[in-house]
């Protein structure tokens, strides 16, 4: 560099362009790199409930408490007659909307052991809505074994299907983390929502079961079926989360089964002599009183059961039943 | 360094007062200085306030002056956090100036280039020009860098792919659009206009349709791998985990324990082979591995400065070859990304041929680098490929592995390891050396992430310590408060930090499976109310025979039947009750000698009758966990007396960075 | 040509490796400068970083006031709950624990006028002065010397005990110096004003006994397993003085005539079922019995809601005294 020669002409329009490509470069890195700066530590994601997604109220509005218990051995023809008894479907499904059936498809287990809704009862309400107008109606749960094998052993899939519903499968794109309005369990947690999108009319449907950790397993609990996630370790505190799901979700109506009770090994049962065959169907718009009304066919009491209590407490039904427009009826 | 000896550069005219300084001995200067730098910082990384220690040292500002880890780090969390806004500096130098980084400040190219001296010192002129001739194998470097990057950039493609299908304003825009495409296509009549809209029109098609193919789906993830080959973060772990450690001698002693560090064969098996390949060929990492120096071979390019050939006077002797460190061809085209600015040709140039300008070199450059399309596409695909593959093995889901414990303000996993640049600077500082480099126990992602072992190291995760993450340079661990750590002030409704959770293990523990007294694990649990309690148990001790009373005498009990060794029996954990006497609860021996067993206090002397039988317990204390008061720092699994596989031991269980994780409601 | 052996480098060479000097010796004063702020990791070893305001109270009250008396406090006042308190008194917080525990103050204070050495109170809220003067009489130190201008305490050479309404207090010296003892009485003084209300109290059980011939000293209440029987808890026992022999007496309000006689028959029994014998007099008190358990006596009476009695009486005639007197004075 003892000798350097000045730029030529040509030199200089090239070194000038070559400042200007710099300087572009330069104001775009540093753009950038101030743009995305960030002094603090990323924060860890707090308890904030940072969700504000809610469930709409799926109870008809005009329509007070009802609760009908039908006696029957056969299923469609007890709550064919129950929903009759309470005015018909055609009171609570309007024509044209959507219909979901939330059942118990919880396990991988055959309909005859009473762990989950009955292929027939299924069968029989999707029939109902149907004639009433609906315009769609869906069958879905969140399992806890496999999905597939879930909904196929029980028989609820055929069933479904045969009477005009459509099956939906969980699948994680379906489960948005929700945080229930006053409850502290279910916070940003993931639940299932996607099958709810356009869905205007919501029925709850469970089989009376003994469980050992909350007593019973009946319309309250069945909306544990909506949670995703690691939802077992609400197992530690499971009446205060049956308190929340009935914070989460007021269902149009629940169905309660009590055809077969599980009385013994529930959750899962396993055994025919598990069940008792106490012939009994509660559909009411009420959860709280048709599990109040269920608690019997377990031989308990609502005493038993602190999450009828709770679920009360939220405003979400009564626990006295016969306060309701009530109405027993025997089948054929 | 001409003629065979070295000459200093650097003269003074005494007559005329004036001083004259060769460029080369300033870059030596220069890089001596950083690697000097270098090896204090990483000296100094130890916690404590004297002036060998870490007080406030700015021990990373190596690691965040280099823009790879900023470059990184932006790319796969979407922000550059707080002190990498210094590589910004290095950048916009080497957009002005070309790979200086390289030559004058990189502390591990000044390793590599001082033992490629030393290697070429014995060779002749011509086996040393040829050893620095240009190879097409220097382009692997910036395939590495590609596809490190493109490992970096999945969830940023994935949101801008997301963008053509989520917003609605978007849509309208990519509608109207395609209109005035297809109202082109149809109307423009000229070639090359036509094919900017068929252009046009094929990129947003295929724009949106990825859009809608990935929505939603594990097709696309985020992963931070440049720490792997990243010099300085190579440089750092190396030096920390692997030679520092053995240090430690009579002379020196810089920490206080022995330290140790499993899993780091590979890391130090790495570093002496990129020393050693220098005997080879010099500055073989510098350029044939080197992300960093291809990441400012791309960006250095243009710059405005660089080193090339005056108009005339070239002879093509070749000299300027000899000492060429980048191995970029100055004597003929020269390739201005592999050059590193070592000044080592101006230095050598026989005709003052040479020069560092501002204009192209005379004899032409080569700005790009020599990487095809096809090389460069698949080295992108290969990297954005390679994340979901390895997410595929569910380590950061369901697969999770509950022995990587993760340091104290670590982000949650999948965060994490879009953060760690593997530096090994939390490992150096931890003061009780727990943290070591992970082989594979967190997935492929995270080969030589931090992970806890409470068996090594001196004490666990010490409560009252927050040094990890105000080291840590990306805040992959977070720089917690001392509240935030205890779960005070502010943080008094989250609690503590937890890392783990503690788990008896039954079969194992002295009280619980071996009728032996211990309570080392409560005793340590540094927790106030402690997380360990016990809840305490009579067991009889098996004797040979059994122990019939013959006589007392105050508070002694004179026995018949097989010995009680005082050694084992008057340690005051054993007690004894009689049979059909009163009282029931147990008494203390205190002693056992010729005149038989010493009592505290002799209840049994109303109601004892001779021949009674009296059964020798031992008073055990069963330690129990309260996972509500557990916070995982490993001190009891530090300290139990089972010293090969612990009868308590720490698992990631319950740990507060992810919720998913939680044991208790 | 010149040849690099001749090569000078030039002023601009110069100059620019002068600059480049230049930046390095700033890079090293700015390392050199920023070593003065300690990293944050580095203040947290330092004790004072450790310690944390309780979010309850910013500002807690010392144990005693001492605002103008020489004595100041020397430490911060530390507060455990049953959880804690064996961190402050390991193995000794047993007996606390079983005895109505509720809260230990501790404190130390140093006299301004003589530093160097200074005085832990530790203060035991036990909840009832029941409690607090079972825990004080369990625990009475040998060499013991009374105070008179401290009623219900005592002092041993360096340290001053005292119980008051709930609270029993300890106070140690570092050493058996006459000031430190001064100092006590006053720390003690100070604190029963504190207190006041309880201070007008009886002291619990004082009025059970007869004062003739009693050694006030050895007043105790036992709160369970007295004498090491499981049925006697809240059990008081004084020693009397006569002629020259020692009786143990030990007396319990039962708070139902029903549950003393219950207790005294028991406790009778019991003595049999394990040698005991009744001895053949005249009970000295209506429905007493008096036994012989192998060589010394024993007598169980119950009056009302007390049961009473003498304990391990060696000899029979005092033991029947003592008896009668004791059941004239719970008559009143």
């Not at chain 2, 085209?333 to 026989?350: F, K, P, Q, Y």
């Not at chain 2, 001196?458 to 408060?481: D, E, H, K, M, Y």
């Not at chain 3, 169980?300 to 008896?323: R, T, W």
Request: proline share 6%; glycine share 8%; hydrophobic share 45%.
């Amino acid at each position: 560099m003892s000798n350097p020669s000045a730029p030529s002409p040509i030199n200089r329009r090239e070194f000038i362009g070559r400042c200007t490509r710099a300087g572009i470069y330069v104001a775009a890195a540093g753009s950038i790199g101030i743009g995305f700066h960030q002094a603090d530590a990323p924060r860890p994601q707090m308890d904030a409930a940072t969700s504000m997604l809610q469930l709409p109220d799926y109870s008809v509005p005009a329509m007070p408490g009802k609760i009908c218990i039908a006696h029957g051995a056969d299923r469609a023809t007890t709550v064919r007659q129950a929903f009759e008894a309470l005015g018909g479907m055609k009171a609570l499904v309007r024509p044209g909307e959507r219909v979901l059936i939330k059942v118990n498809a919880a396990f991988a287990s055959p309909p005859t052991l009473g762990a989950t809704s009955h292929p027939e009862l299924v069968a029989a309400v999707v029939r109902l809505c149907l004639e009433a107008g609906a315009d769609r109606v869906i069958v879905t749960d969140n399992p806890i074994n496999d999905p597939a094998s879930c909904f196929a052993l029980t028989g609820i899939r055929a069933a479904a299907q045969k009477s005009g519903a459509d099956v939906i499968i969980p699948r994680d794109t379906l489960f948005e983390p929700m945080t229930v309005d006053g409850g502290r369990l279910i916070r940003n947690w993931p639940v299932m929502v996607g099958p709810l999108d356009g869905v205007d009319r919501v029925i709850g449907m469970a089989p009376v079961k003994d469980h050992h950790r909350s007593g019973a397993s009946m319309t309250l609990k069945n909306w544990y079926g909506l949670l995703g996630g690691r939802r077992n370790i609400f197992h530690q505190d499971v009446h205060t989360l049956i308190q929340e799901l009935a914070l989460m979700i007021r269902p149009t109506a629940v169905v309660l089964d009590g055809t077969q009770t599980m009385m013994k090994n529930g959750p899962t049962g396993g055994s025919l002599s598990d069940l008792n065959p106490t012939g009994t169907m509660i559909v009411s718009t009420d959860p709280v009183a048709a599990d109040a009304a269920g608690a019997a066919l377990l031989g308990r009491t609502i005493a038993d059961l602190p999450f009828i209590g709770k679920a009360e407490q939220t405003g979400a039904g009564t626990a006295d039943y016969r306060s309701l427009q009530f109405k027993e009826i025997q089948t054929g | 360094m001409s003629n065979g000896y070295i000459r200093i550069g650097l003269t003074l005219k005494t007559e005329h007062l004036s001083l004259s300084m060769s460029i080369i001995l300033t870059r030596r200067i220069s890089q001596i200085f950083f690697f000097l730098l270098f090896l204090w910082f990483s000296i100094v990384t130890t916690l404590g306030e004297a002036w060998w220690q870490l007080r406030g040292w700015p021990v990373n500002w190596l690691l965040e002056l280099d823009p790879l880890v900023g470059l990184g780090t932006l790319l796969a969390t979407g922000t550059l956090y707080a002190g990498l806004l210094w590589g910004l500096l290095t950048i916009l130098l080497t957009i002005v100036l070309g790979r200086f980084f390289c030559g004058w400040v990189c502390p591990f190219g000044a390793l590599h280039q001082a033992v490629g001296w030393l290697a070429n010192r014995k060779r002749n002129t011509s086996q040393k020009i040829k050893a620095n001739r240009y190879r097409r194998g220097q382009t692997i470097k910036y395939i590495i860098l590609i596809f490190l990057l493109g490992a970096a950039v999945g969830e940023l493609i994935a949101r801008l792919l997301r963008v053509a299908t989520s917003q609605s304003t978007v849509d309208a825009i990519i509608a109207i659009v395609l209109l005035l495409c297809g109202i082109g296509a149809v109307w423009v009549n000229r070639k090359s206009w036509q094919q900017w809209i068929s252009g046009l029109l094929a990129v947003i098609i295929g724009w949106v349709l990825l859009g809608l193919f990935t929505d939603g789906s594990r097709l696309l993830a985020a992963s931070l791998q440049t720490g792997l080959l990243d010099p300085i973060p190579l440089f750092f772990r190396s030096v920390n985990l692997t030679l520092l450690p053995l240090v430690d001698g009579r002379t020196i002693t810089l920490s206080q324990g022995t330290r140790i560090y499993p899993g780091t064969v590979a890391i130090g098996l790495i570093f002496w082979t990129a020393v050693l390949l220098n005997l080879i060929i010099p500055r073989f990492y510098c350029r044939f591995i080197c992300p960093l120096g291809a990441l400012f071979g791309i960006l250095g390019k243009n710059a405005l400065y660089r080193v090339g050939q005056k108009a005339e006077g070239c002879t093509a002797c070749g000299a300027c070859e000899r000492y060429c460190e980048g191995a970029c061809e100055p004597s003929s085209t020269i390739r201005t990304s592999e050059c590193v600015l070592c000044m080592n040709c101006i230095d050598d140039c026989r005709h003052a041929v040479m020069g560092y300008h501002a204009y192209p070199s005379a004899a032409g450059e080569t700005a790009a680098p020599d990487i095809t399309k096809r090389e460069f596409a698949a080295a992108l695909v290969s990297g954005l490929a390679a994340v979901p593959l390895a997410r595929m093995a569910g380590n950061t889901g369901e697969n999770w592995n509950p022995a990587v414990i993760r340091p104290p303000g670590s982000l949650p996993e999948a965060q994490f390891l879009k953060r760690c640049i593997k530096c090994g600077q939390c490992m150096r500082v931890c003061p009780t050396n727990v943290i070591h480099p992970a082989g594979l126990q967190s997935g492929l992602e995270g080969i030589w992430t931090p992970v806890l072992n409470f068996r090594m190291g001196s004490s666990g995760c010490q409560r009252g310590c927050i040094a990890c993450g105000n080291l840590c340079p990306t805040a992959a661990i977070r720089p917690i408060s001392l509240a935030e750590r205890l779960g005070k002030d502010t943080f008094t409704d989250q609690g503590p930090i937890r890392i783990g959770m503690a788990f008896v293990d039954r079969s194992r523990c002295l009280p619980w499976a071996m009728d032996r007294p211990c309570i080392v694990c409560q005793e340590n649990c540094p927790v106030s109310p402690k997380a360990i309690f016990t809840r305490e148990e009579y067991r009889p001790v098996r004797l040979e025979g059994t122990l019939h009373l013959s006589g007392m005498q105050d508070n002694r009990l004179l026995f018949d039947g097989p010995t009680l060794p005082a050694q084992r029996f008057a340690t005051g954990d054993y007690y004894v009750t009689i049979d059909d006497s009163h009282p029931r609860l147990p008494v203390r021996i205190i002693d056992i000698g010729p005149n038989g067993i010493s009592l505290a206090d002799n209840p049994f002397v109303e109601t004892a009758r001779t021949g009674a039988r009296i059964t020798v317990l031992v008073r055990l204390q069963l330690p129990f966990v309260d996972p509500a008061s557990c916070i995982g720092c490993g001190v009891c699994e530090h300290e139990c007396p089972v010293k090969g596989h612990r009868a308590i031991r720490v698992t990631a269980e319950n740990e507060s960075r992810e919720p998913r994780h939680r044991l208790v409601l | 040509m010149q040849t690099a052996f001749q090569k000078q480098p030039g002023h601009a060479e110069t100059r620019i490796s002068i600059i480049i000097l230049a930046v390095l010796v700033v890079v090293a004063g700015w390392v050199y400068l920023r070593q003065y702020h300690t990293n944050p990791a580095v203040v947290a070893l330092r004790p004072e970083s450790q310690i944390f305001a309780s979010s309850a109270d910013i500002t807690p009250a010392a144990v005693v006031d001492t605002t103008g008396s020489d004595l100041i406090p020397f430490s911060p006042p530390e507060h455990f709950g049953p959880d804690t308190l064996y961190e402050k008194i390991n193995g000794r917080a047993d007996l606390y624990l079983s005895s109505g525990y509720i809260s230990l103050n501790a404190q130390r204070f140093t006299l301004q006028s003589a530093a160097g050495n200074w005085i832990e109170v530790f203060a035991y809220d036990m909840g009832t002065p029941e409690n607090a003067f079972s825990v004080y009489s369990m625990q009475r130190r040998d060499a013991a010397t009374s105070d008179r201008s401290l009623p219900d305490a005592y002092r041993t050479e360096n340290a001053l005990f005292m119980v008051h309404g709930q609270f029993y207090l300890e106070l140690i010296g570092t050493n058996a110096d006459d000031m430190l003892n001064e100092a006590m009485g006053t720390l003690a003084r100070r604190f029963a004003e504190s207190h006041a209300g309880a201070s007008k109290a009886k002291a619990p059980g004082q009025d059970l006994f007869p004062t003739q011939d009693l050694d006030t000293t050895t007043r105790q209440l036992i709160t369970a397993n007295a004498f090491g029987y499981e049925m006697l808890d809240h059990i008081y026992t004084a020693q009397y003085l006569i002629d020259g022999t020692r009786l143990t007496v030990f007396v319990s309000d039962r708070q139902t005539p029903e549950a003393a006689s219950a207790l005294a028959d028991n406790f009778s029994q019991t003595l049999i079922t394990f040698g005991a014998t009744a001895v053949d007099i005249k009970p000295p008190v209506a429905n007493a019995s008096v036994l012989q358990f192998f060589d010394t006596y024993e007598i169980i009476f119950s009056h009302g809601p007390y049961v009473a009695g003498v304990h391990e009486a060696v000899d029979l005639n005092h033991a029947k005294i003592m008896a009668k007197r004791l059941a004239e004075h719970l008559k009143q």
